[in-house]
């Protein structure tokens, strides 16, 4: 029940073209679904994060679509550029109970020129 | 911006010995973490610290492990008696509201 799920394993996707990653979860108490974007050698970093409270939240050319009934969250790079080939992680917590975060296994993405 | 500063970057050290991983948490945080990840899988959550003390530990977080905020600036990881499955990049992180911010961690390599 702690598990989240994220797929796909591996992206590639054009430049300028939209990427999109989804992960689902099953532990209802989770109430904070952050993304991290993790480059080679480098920790794990804040991409994007949402409460489900609401069903979505846009930051730039980054959205997070929520939703709370199918308990699955997504993550949308428009305009995806060279510079957002990285591996993406998504994770959640329950911030009133135990805030640690569990990862999703990681997408790989690729974006080629 | 403020950094969560770790150390060493890289360390190699033989089966059985002792290893300390330094962390130097952002100075207005109030709670501490350690990740690891084994290559090319998952971070994994091994334990958090909060007013000096383990909150939580995960089952990986057994008594060769142990946590330590010796000043108030530093927060150490230490294994006790290193295994060749203890070989992984190591990750501290702290915060103060929601959002966590990770360091560069440190690469654990054990032969």
């Known amino acids: 029940q702690q598990q989240v799920k994220q797929s796909p394993q591996s992206l590639i996707v054009q430049k300028g073209g939209i990427s999109i990653i989804n992960c689902a979860y099953e532990n209802t108490a989770f109430d904070y679904f952050p993304w991290y974007q993790q480059f080679p050698g480098k920790g794990p970093a804040l991409l994007i994060a949402?409460?489900?409270?609401?069903s979505e939240k846009k930051e730039g050319r980054f959205t997070i679509s929520f939703n709370k009934s199918a308990k699955q969250f997504s993550l949308h790079i428009m305009d995806s550029q060279p510079g957002d080939s990285a591996t993406y992680f998504c994770?959640?917590?329950?911030?009133?109970?135990?805030?640690?975060?569990?990862f999703g296994t990681g997408t790989r993405l690729q974006v080629f020129p | 911006e403020p950094e969560v500063t770790q150390t060493p970057s890289h360390q190699v050290t033989q089966m059985g010995q002792e290893v300390i991983l330094r962390c130097v948490p952002i100075?207005?945080?109030?709670?501490f973490y350690w990740y690891r990840q084994i290559l090319g899988q998952k971070v994994e959550f091994l334990v958090s610290?909060?007013?000096?003390?383990?909150?939580?530990k995960s089952e990986i977080f057994d008594d060769q492990f142990s946590v330590e905020r010796p000043d108030g600036s530093n927060f150490t990881l230490k294994i006790r008696s290193t295994k060749l499955e203890d070989s992984a990049m190591y990750f501290c992180?702290?915060?103060?509201?929601?959002?966590?911010?990770f360091g560069s961690g440190t690469r654990l390599t054990v032969v």
């Open positions: 100075s207005n945080h109030l709670y």
């Open positions: 994770a959640a917590s329950s911030l009133y109970n135990t805030d640690k975060l569990i």
């Open positions: 992180a702290s915060k103060r509201g929601s959002g966590y911010t």
């Open positions: 949402i409460r489900p409270d609401v």
């Open positions: 610290f909060y007013n000096n003390e383990i909150s939580e």
